[in-house]
């Protein structure tokens, strides 16, 4: 069965660093997310791409990130310069549907410790 | 902005017993996603409803849109069942989920 696969499953950084996470949607899927989780907390949305471009950000979505999909598989999420309030689970999900209710799958995460 | 509640924040009960998770949203809403989330992290989908209801196995999920009101069943619960359990909600094409903080769920044996 397809699945969403992220990579890596655990990422320690510097206070300041750029990371970049990176997560392989399903293959024929149309949308794609980005969610976080902060120890403890709810999942939060960060951000939808469709037809190569943002579809929608939440207000967390701030200049410090940005997305993209380089090569028509991955899709990956940046983090330009580190805080240590950015270390959470980063959940990938992909969903089929043009339109419509979209049924959304998550990739396993990525844990980003900042230090 | 959609809030989206669920109740009970923690439930343990006793393996076979009929589990019930409550959802509430405050707007009007496309779709109601109900998932699964491992101790490990991962978050697994388990419904996705816009109307009436939806059964898999021994899950069971409702939704009543004049209310606002979803809920997630689970019959002769299992300790395998333990988990979160997330209730979201979504407009539907490019929209992101908006998340309630999830049940945590123990069923002993």
């Known amino acids: 069965e397809p699945e969403v696969t992220q990579t890596p499953s655990h990422q320690v950084t510097q206070m300041g660093q750029e990371v970049i996470l990176r997560c392989v949607p399903i293959?024929?899927?149309?949308?794609f997310y980005w969610y976080r989780q902060i120890l403890g907390q709810k999942v939060e949305f960060l951000v939808s791409?469709?037809?190569?471009?943002?579809?929608?950000k939440s207000e967390i979505f701030d200049d410090q990130f940005s997305v993209e999909r380089p090569d028509g598989s991955n899709f990956t999420l940046k983090i330009r310069s580190t805080k240590l309030e950015d270390s959470a689970m980063y959940f990938c999900?992909?969903?089929?549907?043009?339109?419509?209710?979209?049924?959304?799958?998550f990739g396993p995460g990525t844990r980003l410790t900042v230090l | 902005k959609n809030e989206v509640e669920q109740s009970p924040q923690n439930l343990t009960a006793q393996e076979g017993e009929f589990i019930t998770i409550n959802c509430s949203y405050s707007?009007?809403?496309?779709?109601l996603h109900w998932l699964q989330q491992h101790p490990g992290g991962g978050i697994v989908s388990l419904f996705m409803?816009?109307?009436g209801k939806k059964k898999h196995g021994r899950l069971i999920a409702t939704i009543n849109i004049q209310e606002k009101h979803s809920s997630l069943h689970i019959t002769a619960s299992h300790p395998r069942d333990s988990a979160v359990y997330i209730c979201?909600?979504?407009?539907?094409?490019?929209?992101?989920?908006?998340f309630g903080k999830g049940t945590h769920l123990i069923i002993q044996p």
């Open positions: 999900a992909s969903g089929g549907l043009a339109g419509g209710y979209n049924e959304q799958f």
């Open positions: 293959s024929n899927h149309l949308y």
């Open positions: 791409f469709y037809n190569n471009e943002i579809s929608e």
């Open positions: 707007v009007g809403i496309s779709a």
């Open positions: 409803l816009s109307s």
């Open positions: 979201a909600e979504s407009g539907g094409g490019a929209d992101g989920l908006t």
